[in-house]
T-cell receptor, first 113, second 110 residues
Framework: GAVVSQHPSRVICKSGTSVKIECRSL??????MFWYRQFPKQSLMLMAT?????????EQGVEKDKFLINHASLTLSTLTVTSAHPEDSSFYIC?????????FGPGTRLTVL | DAKTTQPTSMDCAEGRAANLPCNHS???????VYWYRQIHSQGPQYIIH???NNETNEMASLIITEDRKSSTLILPHATLRDTAVYYC???????????FGTGTSLTVIP
């Protein structure tokens, strides 16, 4: 199956700093990638749809200025959590679409102190 | 996307078949049904998907009712490693955004 990677797998940062998470499709090109957030014991929540070469589409309630998404190439999308606060601590997961299937990355655990 | 309803949790004896139901009564004619599972602290793993016909692959079988309002994921011989949360999703045909429900937490018991 298709492989999607994320980097870093785990990050701890201080409150007020920004954190960048990378999502790569390793063996296929993805014009569309998705970003999700998952809090403990909850389901995945779709944050935004990332389209290569255009602006991301954010779900209702997700602040676009806080969660910056860049999809500059067909194999890379990045999510930057700006001015992170403890309530942004979560498990962030990306996915990439190929032939109507979504392939998920392993996730990034963000802890904001 | 069609709203999906799944039981919150299920148990299954190791070696037996696990049958996980999903209701998607508002599904449209061109919307697929996807099944994924998530093992703790990992990204979701694709299992199977279908439109109308029953499907089978090396992991599972998917049985879709004739009216397409419900489906059942079958793990033929459950192992301890199948313990996970199983999600049934019916995204819109355009856009393909996945809106996850609460899923079914399957526990395979030795």
């Amino acid at each position: 199956g298709a492989v999607v990677s994320q980097h870093p797998s785990r990050v701890i940062c201080k409150s007020g700093t920004s954190v960048k998470i990378e999502c790569r499709s390793l063996d296929f090109q993805a014009t569309t990638m998705f970003w999700y957030r998952q809090f403990p014991k909850q389901s995945l929540m779709l944050m935004a749809t990332s389209n290569e070469g255009s602006k991301a589409t954010y779900e209702q309630g997700v602040e676009k200025d806080k969660f910056l998404i860049n999809h500059a190439s067909l194999t890379l999308s990045t999510l930057t959590v700006t001015s992170a606060h403890p309530e942004d601590s979560s498990f962030y997961i990306c996915s990439a679409t190929r032939d109507h299937e979504q392939f998920f990355g392993p996730g990034t655990r963000l802890t904001v102190l | 996307d069609a709203k999906t309803t799944q039981p919150t949790s299920m148990d299954c004896a190791e070696g037996r078949a696990a049958n996980l139901p999903c209701n998607h009564s508002t599904i449209s004619g061109n919307e697929y049904v996807y099944w994924y599972r998530q093992i703790h602290s990992q990204g979701p793993q694709y299992i199977i998907h279908g439109l109308k016909n029953n499907e089978t692959n090396e992991m599972a079988s998917l049985i879709i009712t004739e009216d397409r309002k419900s489906s059942t994921l079958i793990l033929p011989h459950a192992t301890l490693r199948d313990t996970a949360v199983y999600y049934c999703i019916a995204p819109k045909a355009t856009g393909n955004q996945f809106y996850f429900g609460t899923g079914t937490s399957l526990t395979v018991i030795p």
